[in-house]
């Protein structure tokens, strides 16, 4: 079956820990997204990549890094830098980045800094 | 700059009825893509339905429709007869031409279908 998967499904992280959350697609999607969900809240974009080796900022990267240099994997990291980091992590693929293209998300990463 | 405003923060509904989820967006573009989106408890966002500016007809998928209203800016969600498992939060997002396919989403609405 094709789809997304990441993974964990939870993650508990130390302040002052960089961690990263894992994300992969086998629908041969060129682009690659990363979104932060706070509870109550809709989703505000981290960073997205359109091709492999290319990856643009969103509207909250601090704090965030990514790297794409296989086509199915888009990992995401979130360094000790980012002041708030527990929320809910979406991962989500395209097709292409014309405006009809849907993104499909995955089921996401809780992740929890104790 | 977009924008997407759903005014209902919590609706019910019977189980078997009808139900009209609104949204509104805001752009000076004219090309872009309306999309709804669910998101059970579970977390996952489970895409429903889209419209594209251009579309002369309203989308529909199953018991989803979309009530497209270009001149109005308008994009609500109808679900047809109601089930206990379309309790969830809906989310109202667009694109538009020339921005990487970045989608806005709305605040979201919760929707509880009552037995």
């Known amino acids: 079956d094709g789809g997304i998967t990441q993974s964990p499904k939870y993650l508990f992280r130390k302040e002052g820990q960089n961690v990263t959350l894992s994300c992969e697609q086998n629908l041969n999607h060129d682009a690659m997204y990363w979104y932060r969900q706070d509870p109550g809240q809709g989703l505000r974009l981290i960073y997205y990549?359109?091709?492999?080796?290319?990856?643009q900022k969103g509207d909250i990267a601090e704090g965030y890094s990514v790297s794409r240099e296989k086509k199915e994997s888009f990992p995401l990291t979130v360094t000790s830098a980012q002041k708030n980091p527990t929320a809910f992590y979406l991962c989500?693929?395209?097709?292409?980045?014309?405006?009809?293209?849907?993104?499909?998300f995955g089921p996401g990463t809780r992740l929890t800094v104790l | 700059a977009q924008k997407i405003t759903q005014t209902q923060p919590g609706m019910f509904v019977q189980e078997k009825e009808a139900v009209t989820l609104d949204c509104t967006y805001d752009t000076s573009d004219p090309s872009y893509g309306l999309f709804w989106y669910k998101q059970p408890s579970s977390g996952e966002m489970i895409f429903l339905i889209y419209?594209?500016?251009?579309?002369?007809q309203n989308a529909t998928e199953g018991r989803y429709s979309l009530n497209f209203q270009k001149a109005r800016k308008s994009a609500n969600l109808v679900i047809s007869a109601s089930q206990l498992g379309d309790s969830a939060m809906y989310f109202c997002a667009m694109t538009r031409r020339g921005y990487g396919q970045n989608f806005v989403f709305g605040p979201g609405t919760r929707l509880s279908v009552l037995p």
């Open positions: 989500a693929s395209s097709p292409g980045t014309d405006f009809e293209d849907t993104q499909y």
């Open positions: 419209q594209g500016s251009y579309d002369q």
């Open positions: 990549s359109q091709i492999v080796n290319d990856f």
